[in-house]
Every structure is written in C-alpha cells, then in structure tokens.
C-alpha cells in the first residue's frame, strides 16, 4: 500500500492510526538513537522520537537532535509520555490534506494521543518550501523550529485548541518565561479572528 492510500484513510479522530499506518507499511520507525547527557535526558525521559522508516538514519538522528535541543531551552518541561513525528516533506502534503489541515502548516497536534507531527521542511532549508514557509510565517528561517514546537507546545501544556492562547504561550516560553494558560487575552484584529474561524478546532497546529 502507498502513502498516499495509507494517509487517505485517515480521519480527524484517527491521527494516531496515523503512526500506527506509517510503522505496519513503512516498517519500524526509527527513534533517536544518540545517548543523551545528564539534564537533558532527564528533561526528555518521558518523550519519544521517531522518524519514517527509510529516512535516511544520520538525518534522522539529526534533526532529532534538533529538535531535542529546543525543547531543552524552554523553562517547563514538555508533557510526559509525548511522541514527536518527524514526516518528510513529500509526504506531509497527502497527509495534511487528508486530515483537511491548512497545507501551510508544518506542524500540528494530536492532544488526546498526545502526538506532534512536523514536517522535515523546518530542520532544513528545502526549495520553494522553505520559501513558502519563511513568506507565509514572517519567520527567518533559523527560528521556524522553534516557533513551531512552542506553539505546539502551547496546545500541550494548556490542552487546548485556542490558537490565540497557544501564541501567548509560545510567545512566554521562548521568553524563558512560565507559561500562563489562564491569562488575559490580547484583543484580537479582524484578520486574526479570520483566521482563528477558518481553523478546524481538533487539531491544532502552527
């Protein structure tokens, strides 16, 4: 079966057969592999990582690495028991639009299986993609990752799909603040509410 017809199937609340699909036909996904050190392997304990099988193993472990290390920056830790996905880009797009998500997005969550899916395109800088994002974000280049696990961070820590409260929050993490779920919300412009309605509530993403 191809990947294409694997993600066909998936629905809104299957995102985690989604994992389940990409391990039964593309064989066992490959977790980071490299021992962590001291502080961070205790900050990450609970999480898992985990790349297609077939992805090149050295980028995958690289990019794992990455992405390891931005989530150490942040002054709570991620939640625990949480997987990360790392898709390549030439399959995000089928997956995306299976799930009816906005094909921008290099990122999104699945809360109730605790799950975060990103796209391949922010760890390395592809053709027109990354181009697209940079344009589409207002984002340099450098800092897409981290604007994207902090957003999806803001869904995981306030369990929620409000994007306007996952800003705030991925706005205080990168700060190196506490993040506050509960604090008062900025008036939102007409474009930003807009956008907030044109979002499916399920499934938050950056």
């Known amino acids: 079966m191809t990947i294409v017809k694997c993600f066909d199937r998936l629905s809104r609340s299957t995102v985690h057969a989604c994992l389940l699909c990409m391990v039964t036909f593309w064989g066992t996904c490959l977790p980071a592999s490299a021992a962590l050190q001291g502080g961070q392997s205790h900050a990450l304990a609970t999480q898992e990582f985990f790349c297609r099988a077939g992805y090149d193993r050295q980028k995958c472990e690289q990019h794992i690495a990455q992405l390891k290390a931005v989530l150490i920056q942040y002054p709570v830790g991620t939640p625990e028991h949480w997987r990360w996905v790392v898709v390549p880009s030439e399959d995000w797009q089928p997956l995306v639009q299976s799930l009816h998500l906005n ?56 369990h929620g799909s409000s994007e306007a409260i996952a800003n705030r929050v991925a706005e205080q993490l990168r700060s190196g603040k506490h993040p506050d779920c509960a604090g008062n919300m900025k008036s939102l412009t007409p474009i930003d509410e807009l956008y907030l309605h044109s979002q499916s509530p399920g499934f938050p993403r950056f």
Do not use: K, M, N, Y
């Open 103 to 158: 094909r921008e997005s290099p990122a999104f969550s699945d809360i109730t299986e605790r799950e975060t899916f990103l796209e391949d395109a922010l760890f390395f800088v592809q053709p027109r993609r990354t181009d697209e994002l940079v344009r589409h974000f207002r984002t340099p280049f450098d800092q897409l990752l981290s604007a994207a696990v902090s957003h999806e961070l803001g869904h995981a820590i306030c």
